[in-house]
């Protein structure tokens, strides 16, 4: 790696010391919901019955609770993970293994900016809130191209710039107070026709954008904050009323309308 950049290795094994969310022994009450709002594109634009294998870049959902991809561990679809810290892979193999997915896990350490794979090594590939991490971010969407064989699915998923609930700035100011390096780096946002621009300038084709997590990042933030640092009396009052939140704005974003571009996350797909 180049020395006059930052060790990203190191700063994510420090992650996987200090995230209260890699720590946690159970889902947080928006963890299975944010599973389900993303199983929805894989259900779209991922067909199951031709797909065998899947390349994602990083391993966290799965060190967490999030789970993306037990949607294709659960269709005995092989899933390769390239990630580049050691910790985190660990405790998503564990994770894995002990909900019975060993046979077709491929944990790969790795600096997913340069994957050690072929050219057309899988059916299809996805990333989530990976790319903007590094500032090679086109040349990273590339790779994961690369090795999507041709005629396959490129799903990308990035943090939006037009955020209804002001994502961009609220991150901006965790940094500013000293908490976001305990759980993440500074990420780049994007505009819908930034991240489609950058998809058809690799060469890829039908592609389609949309967004997901209407639920605004704050809560998000405090329902992890609930599960570590409140008495038993608060945690409870706090995972109703999370709960009930969850429940109106996913209605709204299940409805896959143009307010979806205004959610956390925009994610787009092309085809190879």
Not at 132 to 146: F, K, L, W, Y
Not at 195 to 219: D, M
Request: hydrophobic fraction near 40%; aromatic fraction near 10%.
């Amino acid at each position: 790696m180049n020395n006059e950049q930052p060790n990203y290795r190191e700063f994510w094994e420090n992650v996987a010391e200090s995230s209260l969310h890699l720590k946690m022994h159970h889902p947080a009450t928006s963890d299975q919901t944010y599973r389900k709002l993303v199983e929805r594109f894989f259900k779209k634009w991922i067909n199951t019955n031709h797909t065998k294998n899947i390349i994602k870049l990083d391993a966290y959902n799965e060190a967490t609770h999030t789970n993306y991809t037990y949607y294709f561990l659960e269709k005995k679809i092989n899933v390769t993970y390239a990630e580049i810290s050691s910790k985190i892979l660990k405790k998503a193999i564990n994770k894995m293994k002990k909900d019975g997915h060993q046979a077709i896990i491929h944990p790969v350490q790795c600096d997913f900016r340069k994957l050690p794979f072929r050219d057309n090594s899988f059916d299809a590939s996805c990333s989530f809130g990976s790319v903007e991490h590094v500032p090679e971010i086109e040349g990273t969407i590339h790779e994961q191209a690369r090795v999507t064989k041709k005629g396959g699915t490129v799903i990308v998923a990035v943090p939006n710039l037009q955020n209804l609930f002001l994502r961009a700035p609220s991150v901006k100011l965790m940094d500013l107070l000293g908490q976001l390096s305990s759980f993440t780096n500074m990420e780049r946002h994007f505009l819908p026709n930034q991240l489609t621009t950058i998809l058809r300038k690799i060469g890829l084709n039908n592609i389609e954008i949309s967004g997901y997590h209407l639920f605004p990042k704050q809560l998000r933030w405090l329902d992890l904050w609930n599960e570590w640092h409140s008495g038993k009396k608060t945690k409870n009052i706090v995972r109703k009323i999370l709960k009930l939140a969850l429940h109106i704005f996913s209605a709204v974003e299940i409805r896959d309308t143009k307010i979806n571009l205004l959610a956390e996350m925009l994610i787009a797909r092309g085809t190879k």
